[in-house]
């Protein structure tokens, strides 16, 4: 079955998770700028990041037939120095304005500082002001609640980003509800030991219904796997849900929110 990776950091992957991917039925994939697995230490090192994001992970992906798609942002996890993270946000309308980025993301929070917090807002601006789309991080932490609610606080202040442009990631049990209820997209990120695994996600599909959800695999520097979409596919099939229910999550859902930029194009049924 085909189905879309919309959040995966496949500069953390090996040629073989492409190939492993491919086989499983991916036909694209979308990377929001994320930690580099440790503190880089200069806004020029971020450039380098750009480039391999906008240009090498997608002549990788395409050796592959996957097709490869970017956001820009300095994460949260390296937001606390403002000075730093302005510099490396000076960098970014020159990347946006690449073909293959999709908008501005993955930005949020990750301690709830009040220097995330600000540069996350700053961030919004820009998106605002590129019209672009938003991918939002939130705390993998015990205080994911208090971040969700500040971060559906702070884009109140952000009226031209309208919810239905907006997908806010991590969602959990806890925090899904309201993400849902404030009209925003959610996402559902897949770990084998922490946060959501797929039988958890679908019983958050079984409890929410699919609309404005999507699944994905984050792939990231730590403990993860790139193949949990395919996984969520087979928990879903095994509880009786149909072909068209599954493909509607993994394919159709991302495509729709990811079309919105007016840059993906996926010419899959």
Not at 3 to 25: E, F
Not at 36 to 62: I, N
Not at 79 to 107: H, Q, S, T, Y
Not at 200 to 223: F, P
Request: some cysteine.
């Amino acid at each position: 079955m085909a189905y879309i990776d919309p959040h995966i950091h496949m500069v953390s992957r090996t040629t073989d998770d492409y190939r492993a991917m491919q086989l499983a039925g991916c036909v694209a994939v979308t990377e929001p700028a994320f930690w580099a697995g440790f503190d880089r230490s200069s806004p020029e090192g971020f450039r380098d990041y750009f480039v391999q994001l906008t240009e090498v992970e997608p002549a990788r992906a395409a050796r592959f037939g996957i097709a490869h798609h970017a956001w820009v942002c300095i994460n949260p996890k390296e937001a606390e120095d403002p000075g730093f993270a302005r510099a490396v946000m000076a960098l970014l309308p020159e990347f946006l304005a690449k073909p293959n980025v999709l908008g501005v993301g993955e930005i949020g929070l990750n301690r709830n500082t009040k220097n995330e917090l600000a540069i996350f807002e700053e961030h919004l601006a820009l998106a605002q002001a590129h019209d672009t789309l938003v991918l939002i991080h939130t705390p993998h932490l015990e205080d994911k609640l208090k971040g969700t609610r500040l971060i559906l606080d702070a884009l109140k202040r952000y009226p031209k980003l309208t919810p239905d442009r907006v997908l806010i990631d991590h969602v959990e049990e806890h925090t899904v509800g309201a993400v849902l209820d404030a009209g925003y997209w959610a996402g559902m990120t897949l770990y084998p030991d922490s946060k959501l695994n797929p039988p958890r996600a679908v019983d958050i599909v079984e409890c929410y219904g699919s609309e404005r959800l999507w699944v994905n695999s984050a792939g990231d520097w730590g403990h993860s796997d790139p193949l949990s979409v395919p996984k969520c596919a087979a928990e879903m099939r095994a509880r009786g849900h149909s072909v068209e229910a599954v493909s509607k999550l993994l394919l159709d859902n991302p495509r729709a929110f990811l079309e919105q930029s007016g840059r993906f194009v996926l010419d899959v049924r």
